[in-house]
């Protein structure tokens, strides 16, 4: 399997190797294989156009809801989407985690997403990259195109934008997965309110307060307490405010389920303390989850 950092390196190399060199540079030998097949050029122009669109295009979960029949796992809305209107972005559905944390065994992991950005390096037309073809396709005929360079990228190339991981490791996230799709806007269970002063010490910008906890929220959901403006600000209120969801789906689990059982007991540890500290087991509790949610939300 061709890592990304190798085959990124592979593209990088074949652009500069079909760059012209600057005026009065010192012309030194060296060493350098053959030029690539018809086949393989392709497949390093279809990579190269995948790295460099990633770099420039954001990508937001969204409820599933919201997602054409054509396109129901991932989904480039341009500069449509309302939370983040002046970026190009692709939506992604919190039901397909294996988006951002593509499994080794399934290698058509990420081709709906490869698919998308194709379709947006058609679309934005980036300096530098080479054309596909894709330009000027009718928009059916041209996502069927990009599907299709995308599938070669994917499964033939081998080539992947994210950590992959293997089937074991896919199951282990199966929470973080959870804490994902909660943390999705409009995806409901979880109501967060602007109250920065009900936020106890330790807690820099957001804290689960429970189920039911505010008669502002609908029946049976969550409610995290939370200061809006730290939580954009800096690292510690983003890792609060993913801290809060954690400990929010935590409580959602089922009543024997182990994630449940450890929530339980580190509640009921802080309430047994002793120290004026009432939420440093369940800070610790969340601790190891809060990076791998985080690391879920690509760029």
Not at 11 to 40: N, Y
Not at 112 to 134: H, M, N, Q, V, W
Not at 275 to 293: E, I, K, L
């Amino acid at each position: 399997m061709v890592s990304r950092r190798a085959f990124v390196g592979s593209a990088l190399a074949f652009v500069a190797a079909a760059t012209p060199p600057r005026a009065g540079a010192l012309d030194t030998p060296s060493i350098v294989p053959g030029p690539p097949s018809d086949d393989g050029r392709k497949t390093l122009e279809i990579v190269a156009v995948i790295v460099a669109t990633q770099s420039i295009v954001r990508t937001a979960w969204r409820p599933p809801q919201l997602f054409p029949a054509n396109a129901p796992v991932a989904y480039y809305v341009g500069r449509r989407d309302n939370l983040l209107p002046n970026d190009p972005v692709i939506w992604l559905n919190p039901d397909h985690p294996e988006l951002v944390s593509p499994r080794r065994s399934v290698l058509t992991d990420e081709i709906p997403l490869f698919t998308e950005l194709l379709l947006a390096a058609a679309d934005l037309r980036i300096k530098g990259t080479p054309s596909l073809g894709l330009e000027g396709l009718e928009p059916e005929p041209q996502r069927l195109a990009a599907a299709a360079l995308a599938g070669r990228a994917a499964v033939i190339a081998k080539f992947s934008t994210f950590e992959q991981v293997d089937d074991l490791e896919f199951a282990r996230r199966a929470f973080a997965f959870a804490v994902l799709r909660l943390m999705t806007p409009h995806i409901g269970g979880v109501a967060p309110f602007s109250e920065p002063l009900k936020l106890p010490p330790g807690e820099a910008a957001a804290v689960y307060a429970g189920i039911d906890a505010d008669a502002r929220a609908p029946r049976g959901w969550g409610v995290i307490y939370a200061d809006f403006d730290r939580m954009a600000r800096d690292r510690a209120g983003y890792e609060s405010w993913v801290r809060a969801f954690v400990l929010a789906t935590a409580d959602r689990q089922p009543r024997d389920s182990e994630v449940k059982r450890a929530y339980e007991a580190a509640r009921a540890a802080d309430r047994a303390a002793q120290n004026g500290d009432h939420w440093a087991a369940r800070r610790a509790f969340a601790q190891p989850y809060v990076g791998q949610v985080a690391a879920l939300f690509g760029r």
